[in-house]
Nanobody, 113 residues
Framework: VQLQACGGGMVQAGGSLRLSCAVSGSIFSIASMAWYRQAPGKQRDLVAR???????FYADSVKSRFTISRDNDKSTVYLQMNSLKPEDTAVYYC????????WGQGTQVTVSS
C-alpha cells in the first residue's frame, strides 16, 4: 500500500488549497482516512478524519474552514482548506487506518500573513 499526497503550496492568509492523497491497493473503500499536520517543533496532530461510510470528524481549530471528502472510485481522499490562517502552516500527512496503518509522505502548506 502506498499513499501519495499532493496539493500543498504557499498561499496568503484567507486563501484556499486542496490537498489530495491517492492510495494504491484495493482496500481503500473499507478504510478510514485521515489528515494530520505537523508544524515545526510541534507534535503531529489530527486535522480531520473520514470513515469508510463517510462520517467525518474535525479538529476544533479547522471546523467550518476545512472539508474532508473521499472518492472511492479514485481511491483518493481530499482536504479542502478555506480561509487559511498562518497558524495552519505545517506539513500535512494523510493516513489510512487499516491494520497497523499507513502514512503518506508529507506535503508542505505555508500560509503567509
Amino acid at each position: 500500500v502506498q499513499l501519495q499526497a499532493c496539493g500543498g503550496g504557499m498561499v496568503q492568509a484567507g486563501g484556499s488549497l486542496r490537498l489530495s492523497c491517492a492510495v494504491s491497493g484495493s482496500i481503500f473503500s473499507i478504510a478510514s482516512m485521515a489528515w494530520y499536520r505537523q508544524a515545526p517543533g510541534k507534535q503531529r496532530d489530527l486535522v480531520a478524519r473520514i470513515s469508510s461510510g463517510g462520517g467525518t470528524f474535525y479538529a476544533d481549530s479547522v471546523k467550518s474552514r476545512f472539508t474532508i471528502s473521499r472518492d472511492n472510485d479514485k481511491s483518493t481522499v481530499y482536504l479542502q482548506m478555506n480561509s487559511l490562517k498562518p497558524e495552519d502552516t505545517a506539513v500535512y500527512y494523510c493516513r489510512m487506518t487499516v491494520g497497523s496503518g499507513y502514512w503518506g509522505q508529507g506535503t508542505q502548506v505555508t500560509v503567509s500573513s
